[in-house]
């Protein structure tokens, strides 16, 4: 197998947006870095569940809606 072929894989901290931090192998960065994370799933409405409503621009929302009702959605 040739050598020096994978990248370096090592240990650095993530710090998520609530300010906890944890490790994780990866090779992303240098030994001993830290990700700062904008968006994580503390924060995130995929995860959270989210709050925002769909902005239905030009009735997209309500024609899907329309054409799939009797599908259950």
């Known amino acids: 197998m040739k050598k ?7 240990i ?6 609530d300010g906890t931090i944890f490790q994780v192998r990866t090779t992303w960065g240098k030994e ?3 990700l700062s994370l904008d968006i994580d799933p503390t924060v995130h ?3 959270t569940g989210g709050t925002s409503r769909l902005l239905d621009q030009g ?7 329309k054409k799939y009702e009797g599908l259950g959605f």
């Open 59 to 65: 009735g997209r929302v309500s024609k899907f809606k």
């Open 4 to 10: 020096n072929l994978h990248p370096d894989y090592h």
């Open 12 to 17: 650095v901290d993530v710090k998520m947006t």
């Open 32 to 34: 001993g870095d830290t």
């Open 45 to 47: 409405p995929a995860w």
